[in-house]
């Protein structure tokens, strides 16, 4: 019974310490994050020297209008109307494997957040886990503009480069805010393998394209509310088992 009662407290402490993990950064950018010193410790470790990554912050106003909406249209068209979890393309993936075409999936951006801030990048049940739990908290506490934010600011988007200001200043040599919406897409389409691609390849060509053919309306912005009664419409996961 005493073991017992130590586990539930440590276990207690973990989870009010990492709830206070995410309330901390709706106001105070991290200086660091796990996959920053995983990197590091990488590169070190093969003999290519240790050096720290180049991580530029900046502000969602200060980071322009093109890359945010980019980033949306890319990689979560749904951010700003789900709460964490995509529900309708869970669904829609499930019926693409079902009908035998080919594996479809993809993280949230708030789950992405969740991973890039607090976790390392090593996959695992108990990192997907820990994944689920701070993207819940996230979606609870941190507003959605500041959750774009810290994805724009902490994504891997480059080797050793971390947030796309650092990917603009590396690539053409200007601020994030100077980008235009073909350059911003071009960055954009680094992910999920930044430490690959390149912005002239053909993957990053391709992705001008299909932002340019696929805007996702911002709150406010005309469109909008059709945005949020598709996703009042959208089926729950368990739907579509």
């Known amino acids: 019974a005493r073991w017992a009662a130590r586990g539930a407290g ?27 010193l995983q990197r590091v410790a990488e590169r070190g470790l093969r003999g290519d020297g240790w050096a720290w990554v180049d991580h530029r912050p900046r502000s969602l106003e ?29 669904c829609a993936a499930v019926r693409a494997n079902r009908s035998g075409g080919s594996l479809r999936g993809g993280s949230t951006i708030s789950q992405q957040v ?19 739990w701070y993207t819940v908290w996230l979606e609870l506490l941190v507003p959605k503009e500041r959750i774009l934010e810290l994805y724009l600011n902490v994504a891997e988007s480059g080797p050793h480069h971390f947030g796309f200001e650092a990917a603009a200043q590396h690539w053409y040599g200007v601020p994030a805010r100077r980008l235009s919406k073909e350059r911003a897409a071009r960055l954009v389409a680094l992910l999920p393998s930044p430490r690959t691609r390149t912005p002239s390849g053909s993957v990053a060509t391709k992705k001008v394209g299909w932002v340019a053919r696929n805007p996702v309306p911002f709150p406010g912005d005309p469109g909008y509310d059709r945005l949020e009664a598709q996703w009042a419409e959208a089926p729950w996961p368990w739907e579509c088992l």
Do not use: C
Request: charged share 15%; net charge positive; aromatic share 10%.
């Open 10 to 36: 440590i276990l207690a402490v973990v989870m009010v310490g990492s709830v206070l993990q995410v309330a901390a950064v709706r106001w105070v950018e991290p200086p660091f994050t796990p996959t920053m």
């Open 62 to 90: 200060a980071m322009g209008s093109a890359l945010p909406r980019a980033t949306v249209a890319s990689e979560d068209g749904r951010f700003f109307v789900h709460h964490g979890f995509d529900y309708a393309g869970i």
């Open 114 to 132: 969740a991973r890039n801030v607090f976790l390392v990048q090593h996959r695992s049940w108990l990192r997907k886990g820990l994944e689920v």
